[in-house]
């Protein structure tokens, strides 16, 4: 059964970053993989989450199976930090999910069994494993226009026109809600609004992916887009991600939550959602969904996690603005300050796939073919050598 398979095709990030870890180059730079590294190009664990894990060591007294649904405390905390007052509690299905990826197939897997037939729209372009995971649940997936014709902005009446004339009442429309992955191009206040009434007008079911609150302009700024849904939109799907708010990469922590019209109907979807769950992974992990508790129930721990949350969005916005400055004093043939716009730890540079290709096997610098970086891959350390790279491929 196994003799005719050939080799699959490497993830496209995942895979560049084994080809990263194998080069020798001592002086290599991986700007694909999105995780946060601090100004010495490592992912830390933060203090918080330290000083979390060292309560739980001395308290925890079992190690015994979560339900379906996950832990409540975490849930609750997750819920209101996601939602805040926009929405009744008693609206709200919510479950723990291994991460973001979890929570997004999680609602895949809901809306395969009771709506095969819906088409998911994705902005094109978006994070590389979206389509996949759709795809792998059975569901069918087209893409809405997202960036203009430089690859830096945003073609907003493109992506309107699409929604407006291609989809049909019943679709799923994936939106990102902060910190748009890969290219850093967020909507305003104003066009969250307008892609509302468009949703109603032609009865659209927004599936919101906020892997990234926090990272943009702030918790509460972050969450504007979605909050602004939920003031027109009776139904929402929401998956959301602690993976890069708390640095909690590895331990897979995250939400899949369904706002419905009503509590009778919230609490028959909930149902629904953990028969997803039960068929998919049984029940989630404990300890990253107990780290987020305890932070999140301490006013000490959780001053100190928003102190740290703080650090690294100002890292990421203060690299930003370095590497655009250091481009340009560079003379490189191109203005980069159109990153400037972008939020958030990634942002489509411009630069082509040769371009891409030619960085990485001339000078060991990693960066996904369209042109997508990890900003937060950018350290006082490497600036230099990466802008006169760049200059160099221009």
Not at 200 to 226: K, M, S
Request: hydrophobic share 40%; net charge neutral.
């Amino acid at each position: 059964m196994f003799e005719t398979l050939k080799p699959a095709p490497p993830d496209a990030i995942l895979g560049l970053s084994e080809v990263f870890t194998a080069d020798p180059n001592p002086a290599k730079i991986n700007l694909a993989v999105g995780v946060f590294k601090d100004a010495d190009g490592q992912t830390p664990v933060l203090a918080c989450v330290k000083a979390a894990e060292r309560r739980l060591v001395e308290t925890e007294s079992t190690k015994t199976y979560l339900g379906i649904d996950g832990l409540p405390a975490y849930r609750e905390h997750a819920r209101q930090l996601v939602f805040g007052d926009a929405v009744d509690p008693q609206r709200v299905a919510m479950v723990q999910t291994p991460g973001g990826t979890g929570g997004v197939r999680v609602g895949a897997d809901f809306l395969a069994s009771h709506h095969p037939s819906t088409t998911v729209w994705v902005s094109n372009p978006t994070w590389e494993n979206h389509i996949n995971v759709f795809n792998a649940a059975g569901l069918a997936t087209q893409t809405y226009r997202y960036l203009d014709a430089s690859k830096t902005g945003l073609d907003f009446e493109a992506m309107m026109d699409d929604l407006k004339s291609k989809t049909r009442p019943g679709d799923v429309v994936l939106l990102h809600a902060c910190c748009h992955n890969p290219t850093g191009v967020d909507l305003t206040t104003a066009q969250w609004s307008d892609v509302a009434n468009l949703l109603v007008e032609r009865q659209l079911l927004p599936l919101v992916d906020f892997a990234y609150q926090g990272f943009g302009v702030g918790l509460e700024e972050d969450a504007i887009g979605l909050r602004t849904l939920l003031e027109r939109c009776t139904e929402v799907l929401v998956a959301t991600s602690f993976s890069k708010n708390f640095g909690l990469y590895s331990e897979r922590v995250g939400t899949a939550a369904l706002v419905a019209t009503d509590a009778g109907s919230a609490k028959a979807a909930l149902s629904h959602l953990k028969r997803a769950v039960r068929s998919n992974y049984s029940n989630p992990p404990r300890h990253g969904a107990s780290v987020v508790a305890t932070v999140l129930g301490d006013s000490e721990l959780r001053q100190l996690w928003l102190s740290e949350l703080a650090e690294m969005r100002t890292r990421i916005a203060d690299m930003r603005k370095a590497l655009v400055q250091s481009l340009s004093a560079a003379s490189a043939k191109r203005d980069f300050s159109f990153l400037l716009n972008q939020s958030g730890m990634f942002s489509y540079t411009g630069l082509t796939p040769m371009q891409c290709d030619e960085l990485r096997t001339k000078q060991s610098i990693y960066i996904v073919g369209s042109g997508r970086i990890n900003v937060a891959g950018v350290t006082p350390g490497n600036l230099q050598r990466l802008t006169a790279a760049i200059t160099g491929v221009l």
